[in-house]
């Protein structure tokens, strides 16, 4: 058996999945959709494509993980990263993306569709840190060219990005994680209801005093 492993990208959902709900009770029964952006086209290209030719596409939908709101409460954020992780490598199979895709045609818009029931808290994740965007290469712009090879000269310190009515399209929680700098920060982009910002603070107030997660002071175990 494979053992337990997450990305990166996993733990930081699983933990804006966990601010999200920081307003909810702790014993709350809602049903949460923790959904994650995911491109397909690995998984398709095989059969479908030809080789040596170009082709520019688009083919990302989501992975969904159904978790209830008690368990996000009452277990570790690793718990959660571990969930997000198995419903990846199982949504990610070809017969799965097949079935997918067939909801998708069968939909009266063909667009995205959710799972859940009537008590869904709808939580959105993107991840763009393989567009290297931290990266990118502005050099021939710089007008002082007396800097070393090494230099971080031309290339992004900070990337915004602007988005319109992406809230009401993607649930009651959306987090974009926009990539990892040179020192190793991560850039995170997230909307959530006005309301909930408050119950949101208090919780990231309190794992920086003790240094982790509510209940065992670490924020991975």
Same mark, same amino acid.
């Given at each position: 058996? $494979?053992?337990?492993?997450?990305?990166?990208?996993?733990?930081?959902?699983a933990?804006? !999945?966990? /601010?999200?709900?920081?307003? /909810?009770?702790?014993? &709350?029964?809602?049903?949460?959709?923790?959904?994650?952006? %995911?491109?397909?086209?690995?998984?398709? &290209?095989?059969?479908?494509? @030809?080789?040596?030719?170009?082709?520019? &596409?688009? !083919?990302?939908?989501?992975?969904?993980? /159904?978790? *209830?709101?008690?368990?996000?409460s $009452?277990?570790?954020?690793?718990?959660?990263?571990?969930?997000?992780?198995?419903? #990846? *490598?199982?949504?990610? *199979?070809? $017969?799965?993306?097949? !079935?997918?895709?067939?909801?998708?045609?069968?939909?009266? @818009?063909?667009?995205?569709?959710?799972?859940? =029931?009537?008590? /869904?808290?709808?939580?959105?994740?993107?991840?763009?840190?393989?567009?290297?965007?931290?990266?990118? =290469?502005?050099? +021939?712009?710089?007008? $002082?060219? *007396?800097?070393? +090879?090494?230099? @971080?000269a031309?290339?992004p310190?900070?990337?915004?990005h %602007?988005? #319109?009515? !992406?809230?009401?399209?993607?649930? =009651?929680?959306?987090?974009?994680?926009?990539?990892?700098?040179?020192?190793?920060? %991560?850039?995170?982009d997230?909307? #959530?209801?006005?309301?909930?910002?408050?119950? +949101?603070?208090?919780? #990231? +107030?309190?794992?920086?005093?003790?240094?982790?997660?509510?209940?065992?002071? =670490?924020?991975? &175990?």
């Open positions: 058996m $494979e053992p337990p492993s997450v990305t990166e990208g996993d733990v930081l959902s933990w804006w !999945a966990c /601010l999200s709900l920081a307003h /909810l009770p702790a014993n &709350s029964k809602r049903m949460v959709c923790l959904n994650n952006g %995911y491109e397909f086209r690995p998984v398709l &290209s095989d059969d479908l494509l @030809r080789s040596g030719r170009p082709l520019l &596409s688009n !083919a990302v939908h989501l992975v969904t993980c /159904l978790v *209830r709101a008690s368990d996000v $009452e277990k570790s954020v690793s718990w959660l990263a571990w969930q997000v992780r198995r419903s #990846i *490598r199982a949504q990610r *199979r070809r $017969e799965q993306v097949e !079935a997918h895709y067939a909801f998708v045609r069968a939909s009266r @818009r063909q667009n995205f569709f959710l799972f859940g =029931d009537h008590t /869904l808290f709808m939580v959105s994740c993107s991840n763009w840190k393989k567009g290297n965007l931290f990266e990118t =290469d502005f050099s +021939a712009a710089v007008a $002082e060219k *007396r800097v070393s +090879a090494s230099s @971080r031309g290339k310190t900070y990337v915004q %602007y988005r #319109i009515g !992406a809230q009401k399209k993607h649930g =009651d929680s959306l987090l974009m994680i926009v990539g990892r700098d040179e020192w190793g920060n %991560y850039w995170l997230g909307c #959530i209801d006005r309301k909930l910002w408050r119950k +949101a603070e208090e919780m #990231i +107030a309190e794992w920086s005093v003790r240094g982790g997660n509510r209940k065992t002071g =670490d924020l991975w &175990s």
